[in-house]
């Protein structure tokens, strides 16, 4: 139908006067330095103020954005402030993202890779949660962390382990070179919030990386890196997402500390929220890298029995780190406990679960009463007759 046939004459005759309208593809509203005009302004203290509430108007020149260390008062918020104060569903990036504005506190992350490892950590009443990749490979398709796992198995990880409950904890997720170049890397990180994940690390390994634990690792040039980080950025800002990217070098084996600290500080000028310096070979490195980098957020990765001393929760906070992860929190352990019972079924006959594990404790973990609540809500009578 013409557009004459539905507008008046008058309004036709308005129309033919006015200057046409043109329409622009999303790739050509994208400037190729885009991503120079938005790059985020770290540790900026934000404050949230109700339509009832009042405060005097500052001039722009004397609003000035502070370091937390160089208030008098801390009025920071607590992790636990930042859960609870959300009353509906949000994003796990919006979490994470407030978390580090709005709070002063190490978040300290277990390393889970399945549903079961991921509630436990939520039952436990973690504040965030990180996806292993060396975890999810494991558990998933039972191969070596060796760029085997590639963007499928990630993200169908990460999303399900995201999505457990809408009002939990945040997760950050490996995210490994992006896989491929910066296409791939925009579309990771677009499948990636779409997912559900909060934050992903992103390195500067060649595509056949490793474990970040292992010898023989090898990285990018730096340019080639820095093209990542743009694209990740990039991506992030056209679905304007609050998705927290962190930027993760693994230089240090092969190029050493000042290089390591070169590439982080490329990737924060590029967009990066966080930076991650991988296998520390000392405690007072650690610490350095904290004071080099200041006041950018660091990430600590935390794999006993690895290429880096052990370093505690208590440290890393004294340290200054913001993000503490545990790879192989549940990883390792898993495999110990799985070892051990198996040995015993082989050699005694039975499995020796202890009394208090019962299949209904392992479902409740899992969500079990929210799933009777449900039914039974909707009228449904599958659980009259109890468990």
């Given at each position: 139908?013409a557009?004459s046939?539905?507008?008046s004459?008058?309004?036709?005759?308005?129309?033919?006067?006015?200057?046409?309208?043109?329409?622009?593809?999303?790739?050509?509203?994208?400037?190729?330095?885009?991503?120079?005009s938005?790059?985020?302004?770290p540790?900026?203290?934000?404050?949230e103020?109700?339509?009832?509430?009042?405060?005097?108007?500052?001039?722009?020149?004397?609003?000035?954005?502070?370091?937390?260390?160089?208030?008098?008062?801390?009025?920071?918020l607590?992790?636990?402030?930042?859960?609870?104060?959300?009353?509906?569903p949000?994003?796990?990036?919006?979490?994470?993202r407030?978390?580090?504005?709005?709070?002063?506190?190490?978040i300290?992350?277990?390393?889970?890779?399945?549903?079961l490892?991921?509630?436990?950590?939520?039952?436990?009443?973690?504040?965030?949660?990180?996806?292993?990749?060396?975890?999810?490979?494991?558990?998933?398709?039972?191969?070596?962390?060796?760029?085997?796992?590639?963007?499928?198995?990630?993200?169908?990880?990460?999303?399900m382990?995201?999505?457990?409950?809408?009002?939990?904890?945040?997760?950050?997720?490996?995210?490994?070179?992006?896989?491929?170049g910066?296409?791939?890397?925009a579309?990771?990180?677009?499948?990636y919030?779409?997912?559900?994940?909060?934050?992903?690390?992103?390195e500067?390994?060649?595509l056949?990386?490793?474990?970040?634990?292992?010898?023989?690792?090898?990285?990018?040039?730096?340019?080639?890196?820095?093209?990542?980080?743009?694209?990740a950025?990039?991506?992030?800002?056209?679905?304007?997402?609050?998705?927290?990217?962190?930027?993760r070098t693994?230089?240090?084996?092969?190029?050493?500390?000042?290089?390591?600290?070169?590439r982080?500080r490329?990737?924060?000028?590029?967009?990066?929220?966080?930076?991650?310096?991988?296998?520390?070979?000392?405690?007072?490195?650690a610490?350095?890298?904290?004071?080099?980098?200041?006041?950018?957020?660091?990430?600590?990765?935390?794999?006993?029995?690895?290429?880096?001393?052990?370093?505690?929760?208590?440290?890393?906070?004294?340290?200054?780190?913001r993000?503490?992860?545990?790879?192989?929190?549940?990883?390792?352990?898993a495999?110990v406990a799985?070892?051990?019972?198996?040995?015993?079924?082989?050699?005694?006959g039975?499995?020796g679960?202890?009394?208090n594990?019962?299949?209904?404790?392992?479902f409740?973990?899992?969500g079990?009463?929210?799933s009777?609540?449900v039914?039974?809500?909707?009228?449904?009578?599958?659980?009259?007759?109890?468990?």
């Amino acid at each position: 139908m013409a557009l004459s046939a539905i507008m008046s004459p008058d309004l036709m005759s308005k129309l033919e006067n006015e200057p046409p309208v043109v329409f622009k593809s999303a790739a050509e509203l994208v400037s190729t330095k885009f991503h120079e005009s938005i790059k985020p302004t770290p540790l900026i203290r934000t404050l949230e103020v109700s339509e009832d509430d009042s405060l005097p108007v500052s001039k722009l020149e004397d609003v000035v954005a502070m370091a937390p260390s160089e208030g008098k008062v801390d009025r920071s918020l607590r992790l636990g402030d930042i859960v609870s104060s959300v009353s509906e569903p949000a994003s796990g990036a919006k979490k994470l993202r407030k978390m580090l504005l709005e709070t002063h506190e190490l978040i300290v992350c277990p390393g889970v890779y399945d549903g079961l490892s991921a509630r436990t950590a939520m039952e436990l009443g973690f504040h965030s949660m990180y996806m292993t990749g060396a975890g999810t490979t494991a558990s998933r398709i039972g191969q070596p962390d060796l760029a085997i796992a590639q963007l499928h198995e990630m993200r169908e990880n990460a999303e399900m382990i995201a999505n457990l409950d809408p009002f939990g904890p945040p997760l950050i997720a490996d995210m490994d070179t992006g896989y491929g170049g910066p296409i791939m890397v925009a579309r990771t990180v677009e499948q990636y919030i779409r997912a559900g994940v909060a934050g992903a690390h992103l390195e500067d390994q060649v595509l056949t990386k490793r474990c970040g634990h292992l010898s023989g690792k090898k990285v990018v040039p730096q340019e080639e890196y820095i093209s990542r980080i743009r694209a990740a950025h990039a991506a992030r800002v056209r679905l304007q997402s609050d998705f927290v990217l962190i930027a993760r070098t693994d230089a240090l084996q092969t190029l050493g500390y000042n290089e390591c600290i070169s590439r982080l500080r490329a990737a924060r000028d590029e967009g990066a929220d966080v930076g991650l310096l991988e296998g520390f070979t000392s405690k007072d490195q650690a610490a350095q890298a904290v004071k080099d980098l200041a006041p950018w957020p660091l990430l600590l990765n935390s794999v006993e029995n690895g290429k880096s001393p052990v370093i505690t929760v208590n440290e890393a906070r004294d340290m200054g780190f913001r993000i503490m992860i545990f790879s192989f929190a549940t990883l390792a352990p898993a495999y110990v406990a799985i070892r051990e019972t198996l040995t015993r079924l082989k050699n005694e006959g039975i499995v020796g679960t202890p009394k208090n594990i019962t299949p209904v404790k392992l479902f409740e973990v899992c969500g079990l009463e929210y799933s009777m609540a449900v039914d039974m809500n909707a009228g449904g009578s599958s659980f009259v007759g109890g468990l």
